[in-house]
């Protein structure tokens, strides 16, 4: 069990870091390796959180994942798919105990053991508050021991702090290699709270908030004191929410740089805006409000019974909500509905986030925006 903690808090350090994604992969899987015995290598995904489909995947050794995998996670009908393990109340599964101790009837288990596992193990990476950035699948050859429960209690403790710093990575990403106007700013101030570095576009944001003054070198108050709550804290994450000058919502959060050998901390700012999928379902496919509600919870596997208690509604209106929705789309069923908006929307930048990390460039989290 000390080994199991000693784990957890190298994970919590690990996770706080302003890592890029790729990193933090590879020295989370070192960090597991000794902790939860596993085949291979990890399989580590991020999910879109307003829909739980796959946006980007980490397999050290397969730079592609294969066609066929991603047509059975969004097109077969089969147990252990990464949206409903993560969307669980436990947020953790095995395909042995999934069966009942007979995988053998899964194409699942068939297509695992064709690249030599036997189990499989599917962890959520889900935050405190709910939100799912990832999911994590590990592996085990024929003959090993099942993954026991103080392994499956460690990895769910571990599991928010996974999904929080998979959030911060894909913002670091967003920072260091912005796409537009909203993409997020990373400034690094030293032990005297003076800006050392920063990336492109971080000044708008600066300007944004109140009391800075640029031209003073008069930093907000809102980045000092998110950066003097993170250089005293335990290693963990400051995070504030501030109203900009303009009326929006912004997001800050705090973390130290202990690597670099001198004190540093790292100040990530972020627009508080809905998720993308959000107006491209509308401009896509002209979807009203309800329906986009509906489609949403759709795309997380939510049941007819689960829409109607979650959006407060009959299951005969969100019946032809749904048939609404259908048609828009120009689909016939909950399955194709999924499968259409993956390989339409997803799928485009699941491919582009393998061609990015053989690039050594940032991973993008979120769908494809453009119609």
């Known amino acids: 069990m000390p080994d199991l903690e000693r784990a957890a808090d190298r994970i919590s350090r690990l996770t706080a870091a302003p890592h890029d994604l790729v990193t933090l992969w590879q020295e989370t899987t070192d960090v597991l390796a000794s902790a939860v015995p596993f085949y291979w290598t990890p399989c580590w995904y991020t999910l879109d959180p307003a829909s739980l489909l796959m946006t980007s995947h980490f397999h050290d050794g397969m ?49 695992n053991m064709t690249m030599g596992g036997d189990q499989e193990l599917i962890l959520g990476l889900r935050t405190r508050t709910g939100e799912v950035w990832g999911a994590l699948g590990l592996y085990r050859e024929p003959g090993e021991p099942l993954f026991d429960r103080p392994e499956q209690e460690f990895l769910t403790a571990v599991a928010p702090r996974l999904a929080e710093g998979a959030r911060r990575a894909l913002l670091v990403g967003e920072a260091a290699d912005p796409e537009g106007p909203e993409s997020p700013g990373l400034v690094i101030l030293d032990e005297r709270y003076d800006v050392h570095s920063a990336t492109p576009g971080v000044d708008r944001w600066l300007a944004e908030l109140p009391d800075g003054d640029a031209d003073a070198g008069r930093l907000p108050t809102a980045v000092l004191t998110v950066a003097a709550r ?142």
């Open 230 to 371: 993170a250089a005293r804290g335990d290693g963990g994450v400051a995070v504030a929410r501030v109203r900009s000058r303009g009326g929006t919502w912004v997001v800050l959060h705090g973390a130290p740089l202990v690597s670099t050998g001198e004190k540093r901390v790292a100040v990530i700012i972020e627009p508080a805006h809905p998720s993308r999928i959000f107006p491209l379902l509308m401009a896509a496919y002209g979807l009203t409000e309800r329906e986009r509600d509906v489609t949403r919870l759709v795309l997380q596997g939510g049941s007819t019974a689960q829409i109607a208690e979650e959006l407060v509604l009959s299951t005969h209106t969100v019946q032809q909500h749904l048939k609404a929705v259908f048609d828009k789309t120009g689909v016939r069923s909950r399955r194709d509905l999924v499968a259409k908006v993956f390989f339409t929307h997803y799928e485009p930048r699941f491919r582009d986030n393998e061609v990015r990390v053989a690039q050594d460039r940032p991973v993008r989290g979120g769908p494809v925006t453009r119609s």
């Open 63 to 111: 730079p592609e994942f294969p066609a066929e995998w991603l047509h059975a996670e969004y097109l077969e009908d089969d147990l252990h798919q990464l949206s409903d393990v993560s969307r669980s109340t436990s947020g953790i599964s095995t395909l042995h105990e999934a069966t009942g101790g007979d995988p053998s009837a899964s194409p699942r288990w068939q297509a």
